[in-house]
């Protein structure tokens, strides 16, 4: 039986330093706001040193999100008290009216901010996991935002200041957690776990909601062609690319002292969520050699002997599932100067470990001296 609940759930706020994930969805599953849509209830006294109220800051980091995906997100000038409780299941934390609003405060609810957060968001309202539906997918109907009233909030475009948090860029990242969002491994991305320099939403970003919202074509990333080693069709979807500046631009030619990261996010059927799995990634050189990584990161000529296909992840799999193919890759390093990388990505599920689940299409990534 499926347990229907209504709860809160902490999210990852802005912490100060830790790990990421790829584009990654809220909690690895399929959570997403009904009809593309949802109001927030705003009204904040505070106004910026260059004039400008944290009203208008919230409505451009709205809009920022909505300029680039179908969802629409209105802001409603009205302050309600993200602690009201109005309906009869108690959350873990804050309150749940069905009214997404939001507040500068020095707790959460009367539950202290953790360590050095700055915000977080409470998106709530979806089913909670169980063990007979165990990767759910619901709608979010509710996503309070706290802003930790300890922390100095100003608004600025640029580089991020250590005298004050800029709360537009923290609204953007929290409002994207709202949406169905979970964390990215790129440092640049918007997504990501810490404040950087970036304001708003990065293709990475725009993917996870492309795929959480089930218009995968609005994900710039989007390999094409998922296929099977069976023949049989798949709707899995793969994502990657390559980048020089940690998630800002994606492009497919490098110069051999460039510093490049390929990533990937692997989204699994349906029926593979939950399932023990590993990612698979193969390198093909121009001279059509293959390499194939494997789970210590180093990339192995493949041939008969290596096969099975090596494993580059060994891992429960989520809904979407990211990996770092290469981090930081400088050709000239390694001596080399002109080489064309064509990387394929695939999974494969324990269960049926001779079938592969790819994308025709690699991550093209070209290097000249
Ligand atoms: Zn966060």
Known sequence: MIRKTTLSILLCGLCATSQGNAFTLLFGHKYRLPNNHIDFYVDLPNVATDGTSFNVGFARAALEWQSQ??????????????????????????????????????????????????????????????????????????????YNSAKEWDIYGGPARH?????????????????????????????????NDTTTAMPD??????????????????????????????????????????????????????????????VVEDAHIGEEGRLHVVVMLEDGSLFAKDVEGGFNLLSEATMPLPTAELKTLDVANEHLIFQDLVAADLGITDIELLVFVAYSIEADPSELYYSSTPIRVSITE
């Not at 005298?163 to 991305?189: C, K, N, P, W």
């Open 69 to 146: 995906t179908r969802i629409t997100i209105d802001v409603i000038n009205q302050y309600i008290d993200p602690c009201t409780q109005t309906t009869p299941q108690q959350g873990l934390l804050g309150g749940l009216d069905g009214l997404s609003s939001v507040d500068i405060t020095p707790d959460i609810c009367g539950v202290d901010f953790f360590g050095p957060l700055a915000a977080l968001a409470l998106p709530t309202g979806f089913r909670w996991p169980t063990e007979a539906d165990p990767y759910p997918i619901g709608d979010i109907n509710e996503g309070d935002i706290f």
């Open 163 to 195: 005298e004050a948090v800029d709360f537009q860029r923290v609204s953007v990242h929290e409002i994207g957690h709202v949406l169905g969002l979970g964390h990215s491994v790129f440092t640049s991305t918007v997504m990501y776990e810490s404040v």
């Open 205 to 266: 970003d725009l993917c996870g909601i492309a795929i959480s919202y089930g218009v995968p074509e609005d994900c710039s990333l989007l390999l094409d062609d998922s296929v099977t080693l069976s023949g049989k069709s798949t709707d899995a979807l793969f994502t990657g690319g390559a980048s020089t500046d940690h998630g800002l631009s994606f492009e497919a030619e490098f110069l051999s002292t460039n510093s490049i990261d390929v990533i990937t996010t692997v």
